[in-house]
């Protein structure tokens, strides 16, 4: 199948996480996707394509290629838009997923610099530089990938079990990045583009460190392979009728308040 024909999908931080497994469960899902595994470096995404390779083997129906994208180097976004453009053309699919947590110890400013220059800033560039590429889609799509901890309506509410739980700076960000999903969505509507974020829930990752990961299996934390099935099920067309709600689309196939 050519290129043209595909659904071209590109995936900021693909390589390790929620990302990951998104790219695999594409990839699993259909020789229809051609997934774009962006990542900090050429040599992660590699080694990250090679483990999908080896976990997946013959069950990868899917193409997939591979871009440098450090969200909060702007040359290196621009770079990309080129190499995308020449390769494909146009992107149907663009899921802003990469995101960290500070956890070094740094002073506030310096912490919240880098986590919204990361969760918010970072998604508001590469959408802005990928957007003429998205109009060339005939069904363009934009997942922004939150959190529940960016809630202002569950961290108010007091039957939230995990409302006292700090990580106030990157709380911030993420309902920044709400906002601007929010904002998108209503502006973008005028040349096609349906636009979410996503809330994966509590997932084993490495956006606290090993120590980190180790603390969220201990807790119950969920595989990250479950976001990745229902954002593949929501690029599907699965759930069209969730697209306008007030509010994030969630692992569990509901809608998490802003």
Same mark, same amino acid.
Request: hydrophobic share 40%; proline share 4%; glycine share 8%.
């Given at each position: ?9 590109? *995936? ?19 020789? +229809? ?8 470096? *050429? ?12 976990? %997946? ?6 193409? /997939? ?30 899921? +802003?997923?990469?995101? *960290? ?23 508001? *560039? ?35 079990? %995990? ?22 969505? /209503? ?8 636009? !979410? ?10 956006? !606290? ?50």
């Amino acid at each position: 199948m050519a290129s043209s024909d595909r659904t071209i999908v590109l *995936i900021t931080g693909g390589n390790s996480g929620i990302g990951f497994e998104t790219v695999a469960a594409l990839l699993k899902a259909s020789a +229809n996707y051609h997934v774009i595994m962006a990542a900090r470096s *050429i040599e992660k995404a590699q080694k990250a394509v090679d483990e999908i390779k080896s976990l %997946h083997g013959d069950a990868l129906k899917g193409e /997939v290629s591979l871009v440098r994208i450090d969200v909060t180097d702007i040359e290196s976004v621009r770079a990309a838009r080129q190499d995308v453009k020449s390769r494909f053309g146009r992107v149907d699919v663009l899921i +802003n997923n990469a995101g *960290i947590i500070v956890t070094r110890e740094c002073d506030t400013l310096t912490n919240l610099r880098e986590t919204f220059e990361t969760n918010a800033f970072g998604p508001a *560039i590469v959408t802005e530089i990928f957007e003429p590429l998205l109009k060339k889609s005939s069904r363009p799509k934009i997942i922004y990938v939150s959190s529940g901890q960016g809630s202002m309506t569950l961290k108010l509410d007091p039957a939230n079990p %995990h409302r006292l739980l700090r990580g106030d700076f990157y709380r911030m960000s993420k309902s920044a990045l709400n906002m601007l999903a929010t904002s998108h969505r /209503v502006h973008f509507a005028e040349w096609g583009c349906r636009v !979410t974020a996503f809330d994966p829930g509590f997932c084993v990752s490495n956006l !606290t460190g090993p120590e980190g990961r180790k603390m969220r299996i201990k807790n119950g934390a969920r595989d990250p392979a479950e976001p990745a099935r229902e954002l593949v099920r929501i690029i599907e067309g699965k759930r069209d009728a969730d697209w306008d709600k007030c509010g994030m689309m969630d692992v569990d196939g509901g809608i998490s308040p802003w």
